[in-house]
């Protein structure tokens, strides 16, 4: 059961570099959402989609593009890579959204980014 | 400003004792999260309550929602080694969003 698969595991980056953080899931969940996680600041949602061809932004969406094109995939990009974006990245998959249904969310194991 | 305040943020035991960690907010969720990580990986649910004053236990853990739905607390007892980790809370909000809290992060000496 592969579940939300991330990768790369683990990339750097030089400022002004950009690239493509891959998730996909093999759940056929219609939610999914991208997290950064930082020291002493938990989670917090960049960018996510409720459905094949929807997103919308979260707290900390600057800096970071998506796009759903299938209900597998959601890839996040990084336009031009900034020393502020090293983090660890999560992506989440859930049936549905945080009001409705209340289901868990299903995380990957992260890709840990370093802006140089 | 995070929209939900977790604390305490760092907590060291010893093996056996009890603990509660708070979840505060002064928004209103329709839902609560309670996730578990370990280093290298990503949260894993422990529970969800829905119900304002719903208690939910899972063997040694008890978690609570507030009446108003604006906090939540985790109750450990006799906590053991394996229950290391970062605890984190997680308010579902405006139906399509998920706000997490900064985190405890719990470490339970032998």
């Known amino acids: 059961n592969a579940g939300v698969t991330q990768t790369p595991k683990f990339q750097v980056l030089k400022t002004g570099q950009s690239m493509t953080l891959q998730c996909a899931q093999d759940?056929?969940?219609?939610?999914m959402s991208w997290y950064r996680q930082d020291p002493g600041m938990g989670l917090r949602l960049i960018h996510y989609?409720?459905?094949?061809?929807?997103?919308d932004q979260g707290e900390v969406p600057n800096g970071y593009n998506v796009s759903r094109s299938t209900t597998e995939d959601f890839p996040l990009r990084l336009l031009s890579a900034a020393p502020s974006q090293t983090s660890v990245y999560f992506c989440?998959?859930?049936?549905?959204?945080?009001?409705?249904?209340?289901?868990?969310?299903?995380f990957g194991d992260g890709t840990r980014l370093s802006i140089l | 400003t995070q929209l939900l305040e977790q604390s305490p943020q760092f907590l060291s035991i010893q093996e056996g004792e009890n603990l509660t960690v708070y979840c505060n907010s002064s928004?209103?969720?329709?839902?609560l999260q309670w996730y578990r990580q370990e280093p290298g990986e990503g949260p894993v649910l422990l529970v969800t309550?829905?119900?304002?004053?719903e208690v939910k236990k899972l063997k040694r853990l008890t978690f609570q929602f507030g009446d108003a739905r604006k906090d939540s607390s985790l109750h450990i007892t006799a906590a053991q080694p394996g229950d290391t980790g970062l605890y984190l809370c997680?308010?579902?909000?405006?139906?399509?969003?998920?706000?997490f809290g900064s985190g405890t992060k719990l470490n339970v000496k032998p």
């Open positions: 989440a998959s859930s049936p549905d959204g945080g009001g409705v249904g209340n289901q868990p969310q299903h």
């Open positions: 759940m056929n969940h219609e939610y």
């Open positions: 989609s409720v459905g094949a061809g929807i997103t």
């Open positions: 928004s209103v969720f329709s839902s």
């Open positions: 309550v829905v119900t304002g004053g």
């Open positions: 997680a308010g579902g909000y405006n139906f399509n969003k998920f706000y």
